[in-house]
């Protein structure tokens, strides 16, 4: 692992919610106890207890159950803001099956979660039941998790279906079952950004009317990248996406300016990416004074994104691609208007020398 990664182990999700965003869902009352026992991972009644290595969040939330996220280090001390994405109709995966029991486990799971349950929760146990629960059979029942560890309406998976079981080898798997690329969206949702460190010249509070704003980096950073990995039951895989840095967007925050943005490529030197606007053609010129209150100055980099299915950020980028990644931070500029720099006072001295005050 490089030096400064940062490893989250998102704690197991208790079997408890699942069991009651199953009978939310399919609009049932359910005992006390079916809120009470979880079944867990080896079949038991007694609640999931995590561990030093199994526990932690993210601070997106947990990412179902058994689901290993990974971050690169994003410079020490540095800002950071989770990733946006640069296209507004993306949306992360609200649900996905994971591999969470054996047959033998499963059905201790039924028998303890739904004890008592009203129909039509009592009629999907009867269902298992009569399936035996594939007891004898080669394979592992897969179970629905859902991204924020609570039922959504959004999830895409069928009432009938909470757990499918899954087979070595599985002749039409569900669209909804986790792959590296579903895990691929879940890292890229789990991403988190550094905010471009911008330095203006002059600085943010003593910006000038008509006098172009110079932008660089305060340092350069580099690419980061996010792994989502499962290894549950024999069941292993992983994808990550790289972010890497390729522009920074800034903005005025005001029309009264002329240009109001400009977009500069970010430049590769030692490893990291950086910026200077000078010589880019384009500053951005306040033409009107912010008077006492502040103009909101907006930078934004746009991080090209790919992914891989594997735990390796150099391997081979895989299809279909993902949207552009955002990070942006907004600041309070206050522009002056300074008489001598938008018109020179001619005066003439005795001599009829031409002196240009200020």
Not at 236 to 265: E, I, Q
Not at 343 to 353: E, H, P, Q
């Amino acid at each position: 692992m490089p030096p400064g990664a940062e490893v989250i182990m998102l704690r197991p999700a208790l079997r408890t919610a699942v069991v009651i965003g199953l009978l939310a869902a399919l609009g049932t009352g359910f005992p006390a106890n079916a809120g009470e026992t979880t079944g867990g991972d080896s079949g038991t009644t007694e609640p999931d207890q995590p561990g030093d290595d199994s526990g932690g969040d993210s601070g997106k939330g947990s990412i179902g159950a058994h689901v290993r996220i990974s971050r690169s280090g994003t410079g020490s001390g540095r800002p950071t803001t989770p990733a946006t994405s640069a296209d507004v109709d993306w949306k992360p995966p609200a649900c996905w099956y994971e591999p969470m029991y054996t047959p033998d486990e499963y059905e201790k799971f039924i028998k303890s979660a739904y004890t008592g349950a009203r129909e039509p929760a009592a009629g999907y146990a009867r269902k298992r039941a009569g399936q035996k629960y594939h007891k004898g059979d080669k394979g592992l029942w897969w179970q629905v998790q859902f991204r924020d560890e609570k039922y959504s309406s959004v999830c895409p998976v069928d009432t009938d279906n909470w757990e499918i079981w899954v087979p070595p080898v599985d002749p039409a798997p569900d669209p909804h079952k986790l792959t590296p690329e579903i895990l691929s969206e879940l890292a890229y949702n789990a991403t988190v950004l550094p905010t471009p460190p911008v330095v203006l010249k002059p600085g943010a509070g003593r910006l000038v009317v008509n006098l172009g704003t110079r932008v660089t980096l305060d340092g350069d950073f580099g690419r980061v990248w996010t792994t989502a990995a499962l290894d549950h039951k024999g069941v292993r895989m992983a994808a990550t996406t790289v972010a890497t840095p390729v522009a920074l967007r800034v903005d005025a925050g005001t029309a009264d300016a002329d240009p109001r943005s400009c977009t500069y490529d970010l430049v590769e030197r030692d490893g990291g990416y950086t910026v200077d606007s000078a010589g880019a053609g384009c500053e951005v010129t306040y033409r009107r004074s912010s008077g006492d209150a502040a103009y909101p100055f907006r930078a934004s980099i746009t991080w090209k994104v790919t992914w891989t299915d594997s735990a390796d950020p150099d391997g081979p980028a895989r299809a279909p691609g993902l949207p552009d990644g955002l990070s942006t931070v907004e600041q309070d500029v206050t522009v002056r208007e300074i008489q001598a720099l938008n018109r020179a006072r001619v005066t003439r001295g005795s001599a009829g020398r031409v002196h240009r005050v200020g």
